[in-house]
């Protein structure tokens, strides 16, 4: 019926314009036209409202979090999707009811079906246009500043996110999807539109600013990384060898930063401003080669020896005029090289004690060591390594840790016969003080020897007894801490306590050979001044001599007629013991050197290919490979160092020869290391700072200050050579300075700063501050650790509820 109906009307409807005339029935057309296109036009204006008020709810929405806004997102392209649909199946049953019309029409009405299809085409057109105009309307509207506040603060959470989704408890699928699919799109879309408009432009520059800053800041992280001397090979050693042997490495390196600078300064303002602007060499009687040693001055052995030329150099303390200025530049060469020597001890105590305080504050409370293999196991490799070098390195790195720890487990679990142990570690003390005081006999012996060889002539001895001092402390320094070695396994300590022992121990043996050896110079010394006290009676006859028994007052030098080689001279005690120093640091050089190519690679050699023709097996047998001597090594560097500290003053070539000896120890010893030694048989970890060693090094620093300081302010200077010549005291220089290139109200204000009334309360009220600081440090750091044991008993229940929460 509803189909007959349909039909019924639809016939009368063309029968009635078939009746009507042409031109009425055209303006009907047009009219009906017109309304159909104002009804699109009102439907499409309701459109592009609908759509500006879902985006507006949607940026308004935006701050809900990202799973919010992909979901509405996703329903949004749903609804759209389906609105499509439903546009293509209205067309598609216009399409489909006006084709059964034209079939029913028949073949006579093609011409009102062209038009049609044209018509249809023309909207489809138009509503495309107004689409994209609506889109790019809403696109170039202006956001609120509530809007573009959220906005901001959105974009710096998906940053923020960014920056620690590596941290987060998640599976690295859902890492992935989060950073590729959510924060990074996120940020990359909203950044730039934040861009646009009036006053974000510079918000968008403010962006890209920020993004190159922080570019530049993690390329230069990676420069500084990579500008760190030997950093790599230091990696590679902790990674075979553990952080033990890493930590004598570390050490070196640091030394050698401190002696760059001591060389920078005694360099650049003692040895080029004298070469350059001083008088030149045999100018001065002290600037010239004696005639008696001209002959063998330039000879091999002479020169190293360090005499010679050598001595009559800027490489000591006696070549340098006691002339107040020199140069154009009114240099003040006394008042630089008082300086100098003072500043650079000056210098080192900062450096040390700085050091010291920024380790113990890396130190912190303690390590966790709960769930120690675990955190090991699940949590040691690297998954940003991409180099198989790199890979070998942390492999071995891995395994050195698990061996450590190991070691420390074993150690924490161990029982012991208590009576047993502190019998054998009692006989151990007395066997090391037994070898403690024997050394230092044996060098008490060599120095009043070569005292003996002194006074009765150097030049009827042999080589050995020129050198026998330096030759039998580095035989000492050699022999004696493997002494120690053997006896500390009578102790049975942890690894770590029983290197600490172990470097006490070459500590004590060290010291006393050094103090030994600074008793004997100044019993040198003194012979030394007996003995200028005689060249000065004879240098006054000697030129009574030559001016037929009277002497003109202020004579200033020799006569014309004299050459400067002929002219008598004191012994210059400066000069001696800085030769003495220079010839003990390099003795000791060669001797580390001779020990590394045949205690470790010639043994290394002898060990791998004769293990095959041995009667026993020579790997695991006697002698084997050796292992790094850590004690012996670090205080090898520490005590010459301290040579270094008392010698300076007197030699200023010191530092440049200790910067040499340190950089080639560096390679050769890395070298030695990775080539000809064995880890250790029980690899222990290192305490995370170097504490130990900086202790030792302050103490060390100390104890060499104090023969320097003594020499400065108690013992005379020479009289004809070095930058302090005739004055009474070394120090006086200071106050000439102050005396004639400072106001005079200065100069008392400096006096009664350095009375000692002053000075006593100044260093009591020193020395109560730090034991107050110290008091305070250590209550803090209890209750640190008090700290740390009631979150870790609140933290036990908690387990598994943060394992189910993250998991």
Same mark, same amino acid.
């Given at each position: 019926f509803v189909s007959y109906h349909d039909n019924k009307n639809g016939n009368e409807s063309k029968e009635k314009k078939v009746a009507s005339p042409n031109g009425r029935g055209h303006a009907r057309g047009r009219v009906g036209q017109e309304g159909e296109e104002d009804e699109d036009e009102e439907e499409e204006t309701a459109a592009q409202r609908r759509r500006k008020h879902r985006r507006r709810q949607g940026r308004l929405g935006g701050n809900e979090g990202s799973e919010s806004k992909g979901e509405l997102g996703k329903t949004r392209k749903n609804k759209a999707n389906q609105r499509s649909k439903q546009e293509d199946s209205k067309d598609g049953e216009d399409d489909d009811d006006d084709d059964n019309d034209r079939d029913m029409k028949g073949k006579g009405k093609q011409g009102d079906k062209k038009g049609k299809k044209e018509k249809a085409n023309k909207k489809k057109k138009d509503k495309k246009k107004k689409g994209s105009s609506s889109d790019s309307d809403s696109d170039e509207e202006p956001i609120t500043e509530e809007e573009m506040a959220k906005l901001k603060e959105e974009v710096e959470e998906k940053k923020k996110l960014i920056a620690t989704l590596r941290n987060k408890p998640w599976q690295m699928t859902k890492k992935l999807q989060v950073l590729k699919y959510e924060a990074q799109l996120f940020v990359e879309k909203f950044e730039g539109a934040l861009g646009k408009g009036k006053g974000k432009k510079f918000y968008a520059y403010k962006v890209m600013m920020m993004k190159k800053w922080m570019k530049f800041q993690r390329d230069f992280e990676n420069f500084r990384t990579a500008c760190i001397p030997w950093e790599m090979k230091i990696k590679e050693i902790e990674s075979h060898f553990g952080s033990s042997v890493a930590s004598y490495f570390i050490f070196l390196r640091w030394m050698y930063g401190i002696n760059m600078i001591m060389f920078g300064l005694s360099f650049g303002l003692i040895m080029v401003p004298e070469a350059l602007m001083g008088k030149p060499h045999g100018s001065?009687?002290?600037?010239?080669? !004696?005639?008696? @040693?001209?002959? &063998?001055? =330039?000879?091999?052995?002479?020169?190293?020896?360090?005499?010679?030329?050598?001595? %009559?150099?800027?490489?000591f303390y006696g070549y340098y005029n006691n002339q107040r200025t020199i140069g154009w530049l009114k240099f003040r060469m006394p008042l630089s090289y008082f300086l100098v020597g003072v500043g650079t001890i000056a210098y080192s105590f900062m450096v040390v004690i700085r050091t010291m305080a920024r380790n113990a504050n890396e130190e912190g409370g303690g390590d966790d060591t709960s769930f120690n293999f675990s955190w090991k196991m699940f949590t040691s490799w690297d998954f940003l390594i991409g180099n198989p070098e790199t890979a070998d390195n942390k492999f071995a790195s891995i395994t050195t840790s698990f061996k450590e720890a190991i070691v420390e487990e074993q150690e924490s679990r161990r029982d012991e016969n208590i009576h047993l142990t502190r019998f054998l570690r009692v006989l151990a003390n007395f066997f090391a003080l037994c070898t403690l005081a024997g050394s230092g006999y044996l060098i008490y012996f060599v120095v009043r020897r070569s005292q003996k060889f002194a006074l009765e002539g150097m030049e009827n001895y042999g080589w050995w007894e020129r050198n026998e001092v330096n030759m039998v402390m580095s035989l000492l320094g050699m022999f004696c801490p493997t002494v120690f070695d053997v006896i500390s396994a009578l102790e049975n300590y942890h690894p770590r306590i029983a290197l600490r022992w172990q470097l006490g121990r070459i500590f004590a043996l060290f010291l006393g050979n050094l103090y030994t050896f600074i008793i004997a110079l100044m019993d040198e010394i003194n012979l030394?001044? @007996? @003995?200028?006290?005689?060249v000065k009676q004879n240098m006054t006859i000697w030129l009574a001599g030559l001016y037929n028994g009277t002497i003109p007052e202020n004579i200033t030098g020799p006569p014309p007629e004299v050459e400067l080689a002929d002219v008598p001279r004191g012994p210059c005690w400066e000069t001696m013991v800085g030769q003495e120093f220079v010839r003990l640091t390099v003795s000791d050089t060669v001797t580390t050197y001779i020990t590394i190519l045949i205690g470790d690679f010639l043994r290394a050699v002898f060990v791998r290919f004769f293990n095959y023709c041995w009667c026993w097996d020579l790997e695991y047998g006697f002698p084997s490979y050796s292992e790094f001597d850590i004690s012996g090594n670090v205080l090898g560097l520490i005590f010459n160092q301290g040579m270094i500290w008392m010698g300076a003053f007197y030699a200023p070539c010191l530092p440049a020869i200790n910067v040499l000896r340190l950089h080639t120890s560096m390679y050769l010893q890395c070298w030695a290391v990775m080539c000809c030694n064995v880890p250790h048989a029980r690899v222990f970890k290192a305490s995370r700072s170097n504490n130990f060693y900086m202790a030792m090094l302050l103490f060390i620093l100390f104890l060499s200050t104090l023969p320097v300081v003594y020499t400065i302010v108690s013992i005379p200077p020479s009289f004809d050579c070095g930058p302090f010549s005739g004055k009474t005291r070394m120090f006086e220089v200071i106050g000439e300075t102050l005396e004639l290139d400072f106001p005079s109200w200065f100069a008392k204000?400096?006096? +009664?700063?350095?009375?000692?009334?002053?000075?006593? !309360?100044?260093?009591?009220? =020193?020395?109560?501050?730090? %034991?107050?600081?110290?008091?305070?440090?250590? &209550? +803090?750091?209890?209750?640190?650790? @008090?700290l740390a044991k009631k979150l870790q008993s609140v933290r036990m229940p908690q387990r598994v509820l943060i394992f189910f929460v993250f998991y």
């Open positions: 001065l009687p002290r600037k010239t080669v !004696p005639r008696a @040693e001209e002959a &063998s001055a =330039m000879n091999f052995a002479t020169l190293w020896d360090f005499s010679g030329f050598a001595q %009559y150099s800027v490489l030394k001044l @007996e @003995e200028e006290k005689i204000v400096f006096g +009664y700063a350095s009375n000692p009334g002053v000075i006593l !309360p100044f260093i009591l009220l =020193m020395v109560l501050s730090i %034991y107050y600081l110290n008091a305070v440090s250590k &209550s +803090y750091k209890e209750a640190n650790l @008090e």
